[in-house]
């Protein structure tokens, strides 16, 4: 689009196309404006209207219509779905940002009036502003010239406007940078829906197949949408054919291209081609064909050398960790044959936390006449570092955890080890980690079987309790799981003293409501009176709130002074048993609740809505035998109390 609409522009749009007439009157009564301000922002829907052969008209004492209007559909459900920004005028910041973002998406010269206009600030302070993004631009070879009675407009070529677009507009430090879209990114990008192309890139690029960090493919995701925007704004690439001629990269991106063509109606020509896949071939060939190019014969030469050196310099054997030794030659044959002075985000904390592990890795690799030739400097070492302290502290890691973990790590498979390591030496007896995933690889694949998840990415809205790994506040982290860990538990003491081998019952024969409950109150210490008084009172509440929650499941209870140590009983009946009108349930739970443990009570129910949607754990619960297996199915909820 040639500009980016205000929200009042959106609206007056959005009012016109939706009557066949708009009286300027109702414009300005709407949205408490004046004459002059309706028509000159009608004049800037038409700037974006043009490239529609779309048109705002006034017809004389009537009012306001759109000729063209059925090309315009699409554009507004666009604009009605999706808001074009999110991002407030109330900072400097974000007042450059937009003005940046306004001038970028025009294809002619912007006014002064329309500028300050946009961000509600005076002509003056608009200088300043261009004045500090001008600075911005300098160092990619792009400005913004001015011209008298036009305005102002961003000038360069399209390859240096999208590097500044990329490498400044983009705030690739925000800490949920790999795991969410930000508002400036949806405002940056308001033509594109980013987390669906998050998605289409994860479905043509599969984290199975290819084994980018969370950090790389959010890259990837980014300087995509920048494509997308730049063709849709109809700005033109030129990049010669010899430059970028990558056929193996162009193969595998043809397929994502198509389907992006025919998802926002645009041409990808051959020049943004070859622009998308220089920017993402590098890591593309170590991911897909790095093997048949680099050896890894000389990698683990390497490998085996460093491990040797430091046996020798501090008495470490590392000898027995085959996970080290594939761990580092995947490592070094994805990244020495490219590096490019890569920075760790975490050499800080690796000095600090792990500062032995690194000058291990320091005074080793500094007299390893191998990886001389590859100039490692202090941000190579810290991944190499990160992996020598994972097996450190791997050394004492015991298998015999409890609570079924996945790791999700952004930041590479390197502090993906090091941070299992972390957890495993903290944990070892209450911890078992199942599965070790990128960001990617969570949102491709359920997590079955996982109790929880510790990540360094923040996660919101799970089922499965998320634990937030910090590694800069290293102890903060380690207290919120034991946390988790402490209320898991205590959940489980709980629940396992509700239930008793004497009163779980396997039968496999039809019967009555009545006649199970009659069973399972026989277990119990209460004579006949009780157990009478018990039913009774069980009858009367299930016939004006039936408690067959599923076509498996009943819940009978009954909260009474009369119970004075809480307990469930147990009845699995796969022949079924006759509930309540033609209904049936093959599995009973009769709740006898003391007053005092109320609590209890609300623990069993959230247990029981894990599985009361999961039909598959209810048939696995109805084909349990003895008493051993159904506390085990008890340990092993699908989810916990964060």
Known sequence: ???????????????????????????????????????????????????????????????????????????????????????????????????TVFLLNANTYVSMDNLCAYIYVSSSTMVTYLNTIKKQMQPFHIKIV???????????????????????????????????????????????????LYDIVLFFFPPT?????????????????????????????????NEYNYDYANSIVINMITELEDLYQITIDDANIRW??????????????????????????????????????????????????????????????????????????????????????????????????????????GYIAIHIAASIERQNKNQSSQIRTAIICGQGFSTSRLLEAIIMKKFEKQIKIIKIMSYAEFKAQPLDGIDLIISTIPLKNHSIPVAHFDFLKLTNSITHIQTIIHNYQQKQTYLNDLFSEKSFLVLNKPMEKKEALIRLLKTTEYDTEKQTAIIEKIEQREA??????SQYIAIPHIIDQ?????????????????????????????????????????????????????????????????????????????????
């Open 1 to 99: 689009m040639n500009v980016l609409l205000s929200d009042r522009c959106i609206s007056i749009f959005r009012t016109i196309y939706e009557n066949e007439l708009t009286p300027i009157d109702f414009l300005t009564e709407t949205f408490q404006v004046s004459n002059r301000t309706v028509r000159n922002d009608i004049v800037v829907i038409n700037d974006y209207l043009a490239k529609f052969q779309s048109e705002i008209l006034l017809q004389r004492n009537k009012g306001y219509f759109i000729e063209n209007k059925e090309v315009l559909r699409p554009i507004y459900d666009s604009l009605i779905r999706n808001s074009q920004t999110n991002v407030s005028t109330e900072t400097l910041e974000n007042r450059i940002f937009l003005t």
């Open 146 to 196: 001015s011209k008298s009675n036009l305005g102002y407009k961003i000038v360069g070529t399209e390859q240096d406007i999208r590097s500044y677009i990329f490498e400044v507009l983009v705030s690739k430090n925000h800490p949920d940078y790999v795991a969410s879209f930000t508002d400036f990114e949806s405002t940056l990008f308001n033509e594109v829906n980013l987390p669906d």
């Open 209 to 241: 197949q290819y084994k980018f960090n969370d950090y790389y493919r959010k890259n990837m995701v980014i300087k995509t949408a920048i494509m997308i925007k730049r063709i849709i704004e109809g700005h033109t690439i030129s990049i010669e054919e």
């Open 276 to 381: 998308l896949v220089s920017q993402i071939f590098l890591e593309l060939i170590s991911q897909s064909s790095v093997q048949s190019i680099y050896s890894t014969e000389k990698f683990e030469q390497i490998v085996n050398a460093l491990i040797q050196q430091i046996s020798f310099n501090f008495g470490l054997d590392l000898s027995e960790d085959f996970v080290l030794q594939d761990d580092l030659i995947k490592h070094l044959t994805s990244y020495l044959p490219k590096k490019e002075n890569k920075k760790t985000p975490l050499l800080g904390v690796i000095k600090k936390k792990y500062a032995y592990a690194f000058e291990i890795c320091l005074s080793t690799i500094k007299n390893l006449n191998l990886l001389k030739t590859y100039d490692l400097n202090e941000d190579d070492i």
């Open 544 to 549: 004006l709130y039936p408690t067959d929650i």
């Open 562 to 642: 009369v119970i004075q140590q809480s307990k469930i009983l147990v009845l699995i009946n796969p022949c079924s048993i006759k509930w309540q009108d033609n209904n049936h349930v093959s599995i009973l739970f009769l709740m006898l609740v003391s007053p005092n443990d109320k609590h209890k009570l609300q623990l069993f129910m959230e247990w029981v809505s894990d599985i009361i949607d999961d039909d598959q754990r209810q048939r696995n619960l109805l084909e349990l035998k003895h008493f051993s297996q159904f506390l085990e199915f008890v340990a092993t909820p699908s989810s916990m109390e964060n």
